[in-house]
């Protein structure tokens, strides 16, 4: 069993950064996937960013979040910059058993573990 909090939400202004960061605790391994994903209201959830030997962003994202993690702090984080109203979701940390394939990685059926969320609001 793996469990996930994230942290880092808030609220900011367009144009601002956040980080987020997600401790895993757990059978966590460095050759498990993990990504972020990130639901607004009415929306369904999408993934942002993931990361197995390489990351993968969704379009919307690249060039402003950049993923990453510490193995040794079991921490996966999500570096945010120059933030949009749209990006106003509930961010969510997710875990797999295992590696998953670049082209998977975006794909919420590739993961088996969640977090409970942190909020972001960004304001125009």
């Known amino acids: 069993q793996v469990h996930l909090v994230e942290s880092g939400g808030g609220s900011v202004q367009a144009g601002g950064s956040l980080r987020l960061s997600c401790v895993a605790s757990?059978?966590?391994?460095?050759?498990?996937?993990m990504a972020w994903f990130r639901q607004a209201p009415g929306k369904e959830r999408e993934g942002v960013a993931g990361i197995y030997i390489s990351g993968r962003y969704a379009d919307s994202v690249k060039g402003r979040f950049t993923i990453s993690r510490d193995n040794a702090k079991n921490t996966l984080y999500l570096q945010m910059i120059s933030l949009k109203p749209e990006d106003t979701a509930m961010y969510y940390c997710?875990?797999?058993?295992?590696?998953?394939?670049?082209?998977?990685?975006?794909?919420?059926?590739?993961?088996?573990?969640w977090g409970q969320g942190t909020q972001v609001t960004v304001s125009s």
């Open positions: 757990g059978d966590i391994y460095n050759s498990d996937s």
């Open positions: 997710a875990a797999a058993r295992g590696g998953v394939q670049w082209w998977s990685l975006l794909g919420r059926d590739a993961y088996n573990y």
